[in-house]
């Protein structure tokens, strides 16, 4: 019998692929979780050597679905510029995965499933799981796909932070890893943020102290506002200020109201009300805690450095220089750290005016640094050369 | 018959004085706003001369109660540092003015007030009000006061937007100006946060489409969220990492829930809960709304200068390097418009790590500054020189 087997998980309609793993985990908190389902997604082919899969880990409300057409909103996948036949993360070169994180809504284990011991949905009985648990996830599933050691393993907000788990937890798995626009811990302007989010969510009477499933309800006014906050801060305020400005929004003239004069009223509405019909409440609550809760300084006897002794992985730092969420002085911090223990790293801040969400947009000087790095690390770890176009 | 009459208004127990203006307000919208009750306080004297008026503009969440005990929160006033006997604005040397602006919810008219035509509270019926409405009522409780023209009119955020009305619409009136940590018209990313606030006591089932009044309801949880949501904003980063950083509330580790497990999160539930009673839920979505239509360029054919054209006013502004909120360059666009007029302006970003609310605070270089310019402008305006200490 193999160690996991495969399970497909229906979300919002969506049959998702996935493994169903036949050993409980054992989560950072001390808590064992038993019957966890890593639903994924994967591109292109593992070779022979079983050496060129790379490992994408999404961010806070992101998925598994990176490329194509999303099976619940209908929208292209979140990393479409990047990933694809002939694109930097060349799906005819390198063999693609990405699961969803645990405590996620698309597939994977989270508090909107059964809880088999009540059979009823886990909603906070869910235990609190951390970067750490949702990178073993990952590895279980890695074992699965018969993926000893992964090529590379990359992802943005949330997914570096999961980058620096997987180099810190399994340096001997990862040839290299490229952490972008991320942190080592959650500061304490960010933590405040997600709190507020938490907050808007937990104040909607609709979130029934979590138990909205059993309900029949679902908190949709409160998580689109936790959506909105949110939103604000992926931005820059150069961005919002080109995109809207204080544009009206099909009118003339202000209206003396509370309407959405102002059309970056009207698109944070949008973001806010249209987040409630792909995402679950509950894995909102729980996976910003999980950020709130990374600190891989704090597990190291707080010396960031002392993660990553005697690493052998190679880094790709890049931050974005009007990112405000997680500033390049994160990825300075990271860059000192892995210096102190000789690593071989590289770091780029990319000058964009996009905020953090540049790292989901088409910025040439961000595609160009990780085109170069990808290709020149395909080189050393001895994969074949890219085909030119 | 004096135009108009003294009035006591009560707010949450608390009778506060003012006047009840004899003639309707013409608001900026074109609405007629009869029956209108101006809250204010005044310490010190005013002289022979009536020429040592200073009006003092609070901001978003602040009310007439700028030095003393508030009667309502029982804590000391918001400008205690600098208003009051001996102090920068000497009340032995000014009579010094602040009223509760329109809309606002202690004593002055405002959406939580009963509207005569239905004898029910306004809520959302009560028209949309703006800064120049708010400055129109100050206008008209000084004629009251007896003073034509103010020595200085002063204020910070919100309040400052108010001092540049004040200084645009009624030039002869007033000798000096300061606006602090401003701007001459909302800009997009505080658009949005302040949406996301309004949305949030929007989404509270206890707002009650704003009629919360007649239905014996208060939305505690909406109005606690948006206030949890602006305090960020006013803070910087760094102040929030000096204060707080990853620090734990009363633990001494992580307890694996969504108890608020660091002090930044249960610094920030205080600030909600404790905000919701002083302050009215519909009075946040006016007054922020007051704040977002605020456009001086707009107002003056999109050239922020001619708001300024033949200026006599002498302005200092001050802005803090750290403010996210209103940035030094919002100021360097009004002092760019004013030198384009030759006005007299001086302008002092003072080095502060404490964000926006660094004009709350004990800033030794934003006093001395201010001491500086309030001394130099009461010499050229013939007033008598501070007593030395």
């Not at 790379?54 to 292209?76: F, M, N």
């Not at 590379?152 to 490229?178: D, K, N």
């Not at 309900?215 to 909105?228: C, D, H, N, Q, S």
Request: aromatic share 10%.
């Amino acid at each position: 019998m193999p160690p996991e087997s495969p399970a497909a998980r229906e979300t919002l309609g969506v049959a998702h692929n996935g493994i169903a793993l036949t050993e409980p985990l054992v989560l950072q908190s001390g808590v064992t979780l038993a019957g966890v389902t890593v639903a994924y997604q994967t591109w292109g082919t593992l070779n022979a050597d079983k050496s060129n899969g790379v490992l994408v880990c999404h961010a806070l409300t992101g998925d598994q679905y990176v490329i194509g057409t999303h099976p619940v909103t209908g929208k292209p996948g979140w990393w479409n510029d990047l990933v694809g036949p002939g694109k930097i993360i060349d799906t005819d070169r390198f063999f693609v995965i990405c699961a969803n994180v645990l405590g996620g809504c698309m597939g994977s284990t989270g508090p909107k499933d059964i809880n088999p011991a009540t059979g009823k949905a886990w909603g906070l009985s869910f235990p609190v799981i951390t970067i750490p648990d949702m990178v073993q996830a990952q590895a279980k599933l890695l074992d699965h796909l018969g993926v000893r050691r992964l090529f590379c393993v990359i992802g943005g907000s949330m997914g570096a932070m999961q980058v620096l788990e997987w180099a810190h937890r399994y340096p001997e798995r990862v040839f290299a890893a490229v952490p972008i626009a991320g942190s080592y811990r959650h500061s304490a302007q960010n933590i405040a943020f997600h709190e507020v989010g938490r907050q808007a969510i937990m104040a909607d009477p609709d979130w029934c102290q979590g138990a909205y499933a059993d309900e029949g309800k679902i908190p949709k006014r409160g998580l689109a506002v936790a959506r909105m906050a949110a939103h604000i801060t992926y931005l820059s305020e150069t961005a919002l200020h080109r995109k809207f400005g204080r544009r009206l929004q099909d009118r003339d003239a202000l209206t003396y109201g509370f309407d959405a004069d102002f059309q970056v009223e009207s698109y944070l509405r949008h973001q806010g009300y249209t987040f409630v019909d792909r995402f679950d409440a509950n894995s909102y609550l729980y996976i910003t805690r999980a950020m709130d809760y990374f600190d891989l300084a704090a597990e190291n006897n707080g010396v960031l450095a002392e993660a990553f002794t005697g690493t052998k992985v190679r880094f790709c730092l890049i931050s974005f220089s009007s990112d405000w969420l997680f500033p390049t002085v994160e990825s300075r911090a990271i860059v000192r750290a892995l210096n102190a223990v000789a690593a071989n790293v590289s770091f780029v801040e990319v000058v964009s005016d996009k905020g953090h969400d540049a790292f989901l947009l088409d910025e040439p000087e961000f595609h160009q640094t990780l085109q170069g790095f990808i290709d020149g690390s395909a080189d050393a770890h001895g994969l074949p050369a890219r085909r030119k176009p």
